[in-house]
C-alpha cells in the first residue's frame, strides 16, 4: 500500500490547498514583526523565493495582477518588508461567477534577509507579473579565505 492511497483526499488540488493553508499558518505564527508592529491580517499572500550568490541577495515574488505603482519596499535593519494592494477588477452585474479562486486585498511580507546587505544598494524591477529584488551583500563581511600561517 502506498501513502497516498491513506491520505482520504481525492483531488491532487485538495493536498495543494491543504499544503498552502498550512504554510499560511506558519508563516503567520512565525512572523517576525520588526518593530513590534501590527496586527495586519492578510487575505492573500504572495508566494515569495529567497536565494542568495556569492554578491547578492535575489528576492522573487509573485505579484501577478498588479501594478508596480501599488506595490511598496523597505528595508531596516536586514528586515525587508514587500506591501501592497491587489485590486479587485469591476465586478459585472450580468456576469455570475461558478468559481472564484484569485484572492484581491492588502498584504504584507516582511523577512530577515539571509546575510548583511547594503541599504543603499537595492534593485527592484517589475516584469510578467514577477517582482524581482537584487540586494548586494555588504562588502564589511563578505566570506574570505584565510591563510594559516606555520611556524
Given amino acids: 500500500m502506498k501513502m497516498r492511497d491513506l491520505v482520504p483526499w481525492s483531488r491532487p488540488g485538495d493536498i495543494v490547498t491543504l499544503r498552502r493553508e498550512m504554510d499560511s ?25 529567497v536565494s542568495e550568490t ?13 501594478d508596480p505603482k501599488e506595490i511598496e519596499i523597505n528595508l531596516h535593519d536586514n528586515v525587508l518588508t514587500v506591501r501592497g494592494e491587489r485590486k479587485q477588477e469591476k ?6 461567477y461558478h468559481r472564484v ?4 486585498g ?3 511580507r516582511s523577512l530577515r534577509l539571509p546575510a548583511e546587505v547594503e541599504s543603499d544598494n537595492v534593485d527592484a524591477t517589475y516584469k510578467d507579473g514577477i ?5 548586494k551583500k555588504s562588502e564589511k563581511i563578505a566570506q574570505r579565505k584565510i591563510e594559516i600561517k606555520a611556524g
Fill in 25 to 49: 499558518l506558519f508563516d503567520r505564527f512565525f512572523d517576525w514583526r520588526p518593530f513590534g508592529g501590527g496586527t495586519e491580517v492578510s487575505v492573500w499572500s504572495p508566494a515569495l523565493d
Fill in 91 to 96: 465586478e459585472d452585474k450580468e456576469e455570475n
Fill in 131 to 135: 517582482l524581482m529584488i537584487k540586494l
Fill in 106 to 108: 492588502s498584504f504584507v
Fill in 54 to 66: 556569492p554578491k547578492e541577495v535575489l528576492v522573487r515574488a509573485e505579484l501577478s495582477g498588479m
Fill in 101 to 104: 479562486e484569485r484572492s484581491y
